[in-house]
């Protein structure tokens, strides 16, 4: 039995190359399928994620059910994924390639609706991020940038954003010198 659990039954190199060649694969599929479902992946969504790790199990493991086999596969893919992630630290081009850049879905309050289009958004999804950040309409939005992380970044226009600190801290100051001045 202990034979059985420590004894890997493909080579060594021909699993890394397997594990190393899947996780590459699936990173260029959710690449390809976009930022949306990153960040909202919804419950159909999910079901691919389980029916994919099933999917593509064999193909790391092979031929190869033993323990150590299956330590190995965990272990080459955490490490790529550290070195990939260490990457797009250091290097503009490699986040570039990896994560992408942000696409623009909302320009002076008006909806990029080709850019909805390319990403499989919809104008309720946009409406929804706008109340998030207390705006009422999608009309009071400046700008709205999906990043590559699935995030919707939305900036109000000047006219629309609540007051800071800064601000009341102003208008008080302004109402004591009026009250000063009345008062003399």
Known sequence: ????????????????????????????????????????????????????????????IGEDNSLLGGMVGAVTLVTVNALVNRLIAISDTAERIFEGKATKVIESGVVQKEALRRLAMRSNELDHAVRLQNGDDISQ??????????????????????????DVAKLMDRLSRIEASLKS
């Open 1 to 60: 039995m202990l034979h059985d659990l420590l004894s890997i039954q493909i080579p060594l190199a021909e699993k890394i190359i397997r594990t190393v060649g899947v996780y590459a694969l699936l990173m260029l599929l959710f690449r390809l399928t976009g930022k949306r479902g990153l960040a909202s992946m919804n419950t159909f969504d999910f079901i691919v994620v389980f029916l994919l790790s099933n999917v593509v199990q064999n193909a790391v």
């Open 141 to 166: 939005v400046r700008e709205g940038d999906l990043e590559p992380n699935g995030q919707l970044i939305l900036t109000l226009k000047e006219s629309e954003q609540g007051a800071t600190k800064a």
